[in-house]
């Protein structure tokens, strides 16, 4: 099992016990998600947090957009942070001081770089749509040049990165055991509902 060497950044201070270093894990949870948290500083010092679509290859992380949006075209050359978050259950318990969440998120920093060769942007764009639906890519309108420029792809490399987990019942004060209030996990659980056909 490969290990993510902790760095002042990532290193889990609060709830140290939560966390996570190694690698399958951590491509685990960005693999699990269709949608990262892109925190960046514009040029003028506004911090900025970009929801936005992603997908992994190997120990890079990709996101495209249009060329001109800021998570995008601001951010080669410029550190970011990343977070990816899934909330997989609510933990109650028997105070209120001691409910929680069962979660696994991932926290990465680093500097994109951006993708600008037209064979890997598109390579890298059928594996987008092939995360999201598998052996559709073939089945569309070929992209073309005008859409291929007007997309821009970046990519981080997954190394500086930790995890955070927690998993399993509420745990409650020892004199608290008793109190007379349901107390456990309600499970959350995200699926695809039935397909809307388009009627246009």
């Known amino acids: 099992m490969t290990q993510l060497t902790p760095t002042d950044q ?12 190694d690698e399958a894990t951590v491509h685990a949870i960005i693999d699990d998600a269709l949608i990262c948290h ?9 911090p900025l947090v970009t929801p936005t679509a992603h997908w992994r290859e190997g120990r890079w992380l990709y996101w495209h957009g249009l060329a001109s949006t800021r998570n995008v075209a601001d951010t080669p050359a410029r550190p970011v942070s990343i977070n990816i978050c899934h909330v997989d259950g609510l933990v109650m318990a028997r105070s209120a001081f001691h409910h ?11 500097t ?8 890997e942007k598109t390579r890298q764009l059928e594996r987008f749509l092939d995360k999201i639906s598998p052996g559709r890519w ?3 309108r070929p992209i073309n040049g005008k859409e291929l420029k007007a997309t821009g792809l970046v990519r ?8 955070k987990v927690r998993n399993g ?19 959350l659980v995200q699926h ?4 809307e056909m388009d009627q246009a």
């Open 192 to 195: 695809r509902g039935e397909p």
């Open 169 to 187: 019942p509420p745990v409650d004060d020892d004199e608290d055991y008793g109190w007379p209030v349901w107390a456990g996990v309600i499970p």
């Open 138 to 140: 073939p089945q569309l």
């Open 10 to 21: 990532t290193r889990v201070v609060r709830g140290a016990k939560r966390a996570v270093y």
């Open 112 to 119: 994109p770089e951006p993708v600008t060769d037209p064979a």
């Open 156 to 163: 981080l490399p997954i190394e500086e990165a930790s995890a």
């Open 38 to 46: 892109v925190a960046q500083i514009l040029p003028n010092a506004t």
């Open 100 to 110: 929680s969440l069962n979660y696994r998120s991932v926290t990465l920093f680093g």
